[in-house]
């Protein structure tokens, strides 16, 4: 054809990028890799290895060593040898070496992205334009937390060695999101990528020991999910990273239950795409074009959910349609390519079963007459229309190039519909009224919302979700505070075994400053007896009887969070008012000083001086928390772009708390405080020796104006209860302070809505020592950040 041709039809033509230099890098390794261990590659002990292919072609692009469990200790070994002089090192110089990753990467860009590009099949605009400069971006923003450790996070140490566990889909924009602050921070680290694209792993490896970073800081492990699991289950370790999908983050959060290992889970997605009637329809549509065709919609925040006004339902749909009919699909290295290919062919078999499926179940399949290469993994991009909310594409995150829409009428509607999915990990509202715009946001029950964009991102302002989509944040400074752990936590101890309870025998009496034979449960604002109808004795250290509790089971915990759910609306209340309701209890507890001094000294056998400093402790605590409730903001962030992003403290809804028995007045206190104070209901187990004294607290409550099931009180076993709410849900968090077989148990049975846990691993908490037990810790945990993207100008 020739180029008056070209100017005549407007066609396309082929812009292929040469792919030269990586097939000399390629050839000059033999197409083969081992593991990169200790600053240098190195074949698995047991020489088993994988290939990995081209998804445009399918043909072989290199061996990798398949990781077993000696090399994962052999990488593991490598890195704790390494960790202690990183650390020492200091933070002003490891951002020297921090940003000499950052150059290198720009330095090498043009490598990385056509490595990225045949290894993975997306687009090699999406690579050179996007991924390339981010991972540059997350490399220069953490040596800047780096040289600012020492000043700004002098409380905190890193973790130690972090094992992380990459995706498919944006594998070095994945390496940099987690090895970028876990080096900058002192950490090291020990990494496995996914086996269908580890290359540009190993490429980045390899150019950080050129540019001097020390052997050991960086270790790559190849290999399929055994090896991964290796690594999670390495008493080295002290901390995983895992981005993939929520069934795999399951059985890790099972793995590490109890290990104390900290644990960062960025999971699946179903994400919203909301158009309202006054969004800038033509913007709207280039928005659904970036938000489920970009890399092939193989995204886990991929707005896959086309939310429509019903108004311009239909002439959205229709310019919606058009627009696919100019979308290109080729192979990745052809710069004239809207979309590459699908990662392989095992993936492309499920996205066709499942849009298969979407069609039985009655929705309507438009795919436009576009050309599509014969050979490698390609799917054509595809919508899906008259979806129902409950059918299986609506509800299954799909991972390719298909949009499923529906229709709302209200506003109302829309977040309804948008947050029914047992996801959280994004969403994208489109309006030209910013006031509407911003009353949705903060509705949609995810850790990214994008105002009038959609997948925008920057080291700087947190990712991360809600719900199944995973705890933990990358990126900023919270996903900063991911990689460290408080100095005050490390001199913890194992908490000592509390002596046996005296036996009693049946007639022995009550002491006389007994107030309540049978102290109830606290549930929905009202004292109410436990379902079974029976109590637990409270024995004092010297055998006396001084009063019963009540024994709660599984209903009366489920009756607990079904009054917490009502009480939804504490997370909106202003702050200003959750802080008078704490200053208000704190002064009505004052106000009972002596029967909580005398129901202590009773029951704990402590000095009437100590019981006197618990008491004290706790009022103290709820003044402090009040004081914090209108003052744990969140931020504004300013990323390289016209527009800001709001990162925004939300509560995380009800949370389940266990308290010890170590000062059970002053404990549980610590643990309930900082959640109501950030907006969360409560259901809270006190301790099951020292459980009245939390019947006597609920007396307190009926006169300090806190709205009915913000606060809950179950007695009983701990055990037995904890499990009930780790099961639960419809409990967001969990909060575990005891023996340590209950931190494992909370972890290991929150896996059914991947809730949030806080536990201490059966270490004793001094809860007299403000460092230790009270302050941004408690807040950090008992709130989620939302970042909500706002760009704006024309």
Request: one cysteine or more; hydrophobic letters at 45%.
């Given at each position: 054809?020739?180029?008056?041709?070209?100017?005549?039809?407007?066609?396309?033509?082929?812009?292929?990028?040469?792919?030269?230099?990586?097939?000399?890098?390629?050839?000059?390794?033999?197409?083969?890799?081992?593991?990169?261990?200790?600053?240098?590659?190195?074949?698995?002990?047991?020489?088993?290895?994988?290939?990995?292919?081209?998804?445009?072609?399918?043909?072989?692009?290199?061996?990798?060593?398949?990781?077993?469990?000696?090399?994962?200790?052999?990488?593991?070994?490598?890195?704790?040898?390494?960790?202690?002089?990183?650390?020492?090192?200091?933070?002003?110089?490891?951002?020297?070496?921090?940003?000499?990753?950052?150059?290198?990467?720009?330095?090498?860009?043009?490598?990385?992205?056509?490595?990225?590009?045949?290894?993975?099949?997306?687009?090699?605009?999406?690579?050179?334009?996007?991924?390339?400069?981010?991972?540059?971006?997350?490399?220069?923003?953490?040596?800047?937390?780096?040289?600012?450790?020492?000043?700004?996070?002098?409380?905190?140490?890193?973790?130690?060695?972090?094992?992380?566990?990459?995706?498919?889909?944006?594998?070095?924009?994945?390496?940099?999101?987690?090895?970028?602050?876990?080096?900058?921070?002192?950490?090291?680290?020990?990494?496995?990528?996914?086996?269908?694209?580890?290359?540009?792993?190993?490429?980045?490896?390899?150019?950080?020991?050129?540019?001097?970073?020390?052997?050991?800081?960086?270790?790559?492990?190849?290999?399929?999910?055994?090896?991964?699991?290796?690594?999670?289950?390495?008493?080295?370790?002290?901390?995983?990273?895992?981005?993939?999908?929520?069934?795999?983050?399951?059985?890790?959060?099972?793995?590490?239950?109890?290990?104390?290992?900290s644990l960062t889970l960025e999971l699946g997605g179903k994400s919203p795409f909301i158009v309202?009637?006054?969004?800038?329809?033509?913007?709207?549509?280039?928005?659904?074009?970036?938000?489920?065709?970009?890399?092939?919609?193989?995204?886990?925040?991929?707005?896959?959910?086309?939310?429509?006004?019903?108004?311009?339902?239909?002439?959205?749909?229709?310019?919606?349609?058009?627009?696919?009919?100019?979308?290109?699909?080729?192979?990745?290295?052809?710069?004239?390519?809207?979309?590459?290919?699908?990662?392989?062919?095992?993936?492309?078999?499920?996205?066709?079963?499942?849009?298969?499926?979407?069609?039985?179940?009655?929705?309507?399949?438009?795919?436009?007459?576009?050309?599509?290469?014969?050979?490698?993994?390609?799917?054509?991009?595809?919508?899906?229309?008259?979806?129902?909310?409950?059918?299986?594409?609506?509800?299954?995150?799909?991972?390719?190039?298909?949009?499923?829409?529906?229709?709302?009428?209200?506003?109302?509607?829309?977040?309804?519909?948008?947050?029914?999915?047992?996801?959280?990990?994004?969403?994208?509202?489109?309006?030209?009224?910013?006031?509407?715009?911003?009353?949705?946001?903060?509705?949609?029950?995810?850790?990214?919302?994008?105002?009038?964009?959609?997948?925008?991102?920057?080291?700087?302002?947190?990712?991360?979700?809600?719900?199944?989509?995973g705890y933990g944040r990358e990126g900023g400074l919270e996903g900063a505070y991911e990689y460290?752990?408080?100095?005050?936590?490390?001199?913890?101890?194992?908490?000592?075994?509390?002596?046996?309870?005296?036996?009693?025998?049946?007639?022995?009496?009550?002491?006389?400053?007994?107030?309540?034979?049978?102290?109830?449960?606290?549930?929905?604002?009202?004292?109410?007896?436990?379902?079974?109808?029976?109590?637990?004795?409270?024995?004092?250290?010297?055998?006396?009887?001084?009063?019963?509790?009540?024994?709660?089971?599984?209903?009366?915990?489920?009756?607990?969070?079904?009054?917490?759910?009502?009480?939804?609306?504490?997370?909106?209340?202003?702050?200003?008012?959750?802080?008078?309701?704490?200053?208000?209890?704190?002064?009505?507890?004052?106000?009972?000083?002596?029967?909580?001094?005398?129901?202590?000294?009773?029951?704990?056998?402590?000095?009437?001086?100590?019981?006197?400093?618990?008491?004290?402790?706790?009022?103290?605590?709820?003044?402090?928390?009040?004081?914090?409730?209108?003052?744990?903001?969140?931020?504004?962030?300013?990323?390289?772009?016209?527009?800001?992003?709001?990162?925004?403290?939300?509560?995380?809804?009800?949370?389940?708390?266990?308290?010890?028995?170590?000062?059970?007045?002053?404990?549980?206190?610590?643990?309930?405080?900082?959640?109501?104070?950030?907006?969360?209901?409560?259901?809270?187990?006190?301790?099951?020796?020292?459980?009245?004294?939390?019947?006597?607290?609920?007396?307190?409550l009926e006169t300090s104006d806190l709205p009915a099931g913000v606060l809950n009180i179950v007695?009983?076993?701990?055990?037995?209860?904890?499990?009930?709410?780790?099961?639960?849900?419809?409990?967001?968090?969990?909060?575990?302070?005891?023996?340590?077989?209950?931190?494992?148990?909370?972890?290991?049975?929150?896996?059914?809505?991947?809730?949030?846990?806080?536990?201490?691993?059966?270490?004793?908490?001094?809860?007299?020592?403000?460092?230790?037990?009270?302050?941004?810790?408690?807040?950090?945990?008992?709130?989620?950040?939302?970042?909500?993207?706002?760009?704006?100008?024309?």
């Open positions: 054809m020739s180029v008056a041709n070209y100017f005549e039809s407007l066609d396309y033509g082929p812009a292929p990028e040469a792919d030269t230099n990586v097939r000399d890098w390629l050839k000059s390794h033999d197409a083969s890799f081992g593991h990169f261990i200790g600053g240098a590659f190195r074949p698995s002990k047991d020489g088993k290895t994988l290939s990995t292919h081209e998804p445009a072609t399918g043909d072989a692009l290199a061996k990798i060593a398949q990781g077993s469990e000696e090399d994962v200790d052999d990488a593991v070994a490598a890195a704790v040898k390494a960790q202690g002089p990183w650390e020492a090192l200091g933070g002003k110089a490891r951002a020297r070496h921090i940003y000499a990753l950052a150059r290198m990467v720009q330095r090498h860009a043009r490598l990385f992205a056509v490595l990225e590009a045949l290894d993975n099949g997306k687009p090699i605009r999406e690579t050179r334009d996007l991924d390339i400069p981010l991972v540059a971006r997350h490399f220069y923003h953490h040596a800047g937390w780096a040289e600012l450790q020492d000043s700004e996070l002098a409380d905190y140490k890193p973790v130690g060695v972090v094992g992380q566990i990459i995706p498919w889909n944006f594998p070095l924009l994945m390496l940099a999101w987690k090895v970028a602050p876990a080096l900058a921070l002192g950490n090291t680290v020990v990494l496995k990528p996914a086996e269908a694209t580890p290359l540009t792993a190993l490429l980045f490896a390899e150019l950080a020991a050129r540019s001097g970073l020390p052997a050991g800081v960086l270790n790559v492990v190849t290999g399929d999910g055994a090896t991964g699991a290796a690594l999670v289950r390495h008493d080295g370790v002290g901390k995983i990273a895992f981005t993939g999908s929520t069934e795999v983050g399951r059985i890790i959060r099972a793995e590490t239950a109890g290990s104390g290992k309202f009637d006054d969004a800038d329809m033509e913007s709207a549509v280039e928005g659904v074009v970036d938000a489920i065709w970009f890399n092939q919609g193989q995204v886990c925040c991929a707005g896959s959910r086309l939310l429509v006004h019903e108004g311009i339902h239909d002439r959205f749909i229709a310019r919606l349609k058009e627009r696919m009919n100019s979308l290109r699909v080729g192979h990745p290295l052809d710069k004239a390519i809207d979309m590459g290919a699908i990662i392989e062919q095992s993936q492309l078999e499920r996205i066709s079963a499942l849009v298969g499926k979407g069609v039985e179940e009655g929705a309507e399949a438009y795919v436009p007459d576009i050309e599509t290469p014969r050979n490698g993994c390609f799917y054509p991009p595809t919508l899906l229309t008259g979806v129902e909310p409950a059918s299986t594409v609506a509800t299954e995150e799909i991972f390719g190039p298909v949009m499923v829409a529906m229709s709302f009428r209200t506003p109302d509607e829309a977040v309804a519909l948008a947050n029914n999915t047992r996801y959280g990990l994004a969403a994208s509202v489109w309006s030209e009224n910013i006031s509407l715009a911003l009353d949705i946001a903060p509705q949609l029950q995810a850790g990214v919302v994008w105002v009038n964009a959609t997948n925008l991102f920057d080291a700087g302002v947190g990712f991360g979700g809600y719900r199944e989509s460290l752990k408080p100095k005050a936590w490390s001199a913890r101890k194992p908490r000592k075994q509390a002596p046996p309870v005296p036996v009693v025998e049946a007639t022995d009496s009550f002491e006389p400053m007994a107030v309540d034979r049978t102290a109830k449960l606290y549930v929905g604002g009202k004292q109410v007896r436990p379902d079974g109808n029976y109590s637990l004795t409270v024995i004092s250290p010297k055998g006396k009887v001084i009063g019963e509790m009540g024994e709660g089971n599984r209903k009366d915990i489920r009756n607990a969070v079904q009054a917490a759910r009502k009480a939804a609306g504490w997370a909106t209340a202003s702050t200003h008012l959750r802080a008078q309701i704490l200053y208000y209890l704190g002064e009505n507890l004052a106000a009972r000083t002596d029967e909580f001094v005398a129901r202590l000294s009773a029951m704990t056998g402590v000095k009437k001086s100590d019981a006197e400093r618990e008491v004290e402790t706790a009022i103290d605590r709820f003044f402090t928390y009040a004081a914090w409730a209108d003052k744990f903001d969140g931020a504004v962030h300013s990323p390289p772009l016209r527009g800001v992003a709001l990162a925004m403290n939300e509560p995380i809804g009800v949370a389940g708390v266990i308290c010890p028995d170590e000062a059970p007045l002053l404990g549980f206190v610590s643990l309930v405080a900082p959640l109501i104070a950030m907006g969360n209901r409560v259901v809270a187990v006190p301790s099951e020796r020292y459980g009245l004294i939390a019947a006597d607290f609920y007396q307190v007695t009983g076993y701990t055990k037995e209860l904890a499990k009930t709410l780790a099961d639960h849900d419809d409990v967001d968090t969990i909060w575990a302070f005891g023996d340590a077989e209950v931190s494992q148990m909370a972890e290991a049975r929150s896996v059914g809505n991947m809730k949030r846990t806080f536990v201490d691993n059966g270490l004793a908490t001094n809860w007299f020592d403000p460092k230790v037990a009270e302050g941004r810790l408690f807040l950090r945990n008992a709130v989620q950040v939302k970042n909500i993207w706002i760009p704006y100008g024309e």
